[in-house]
């Protein structure tokens, strides 16, 4: 399965890794790329925004401390799509 990812911080990056380790296609999203670059080591596609992570995916797992931080809405239309 294609997953979005975003928020690879402390918790994001192993649960992000180990849905790559069972065989999951992932496009990674984080506000620092330094954070992700472990991920795209292990084959993850970076994304520039959440939005264009979504894109890519057939479902989105956000781990994140806040959504408007991180420019991510959820407006019932475009989910995730950038603030």
């Given at each position: 399965?294609?997953i979005a990812?975003v928020?690879?911080?402390m918790?994001g990056?192993?649960?992000?890794?180990?849905l790559i380790?069972?065989?999951h296609s992932?496009?990674?999203h984080?506000?620092?790329?330094?954070k992700?670059e472990?991920?795209?080591?292990?084959?993850?596609?970076?994304?520039?925004?959440?939005?264009?992570a979504?894109?890519?995916?057939?479902?989105?797992i956000?781990?994140v401390?806040?959504?408007?931080r991180h420019?991510?809405r959820n407006d019932?239309?475009?989910?995730?799509s950038?603030?």
């Amino acid at each position: 399965m294609k997953i979005a990812f975003v928020g690879t911080g402390m918790m994001g990056r192993g649960m992000a890794s180990n849905l790559i380790k069972a065989g999951h296609s992932l496009a990674v999203h984080s506000r620092t790329r330094q954070k992700a670059e472990p991920l795209l080591a292990q084959g993850a596609q970076w994304a520039a925004s959440p939005g264009e992570a979504a894109k890519l995916a057939q479902c989105v797992i956000t781990m994140v401390s806040g959504f408007r931080r991180h420019g991510i809405r959820n407006d019932g239309k475009r989910p995730f799509s950038p603030a």
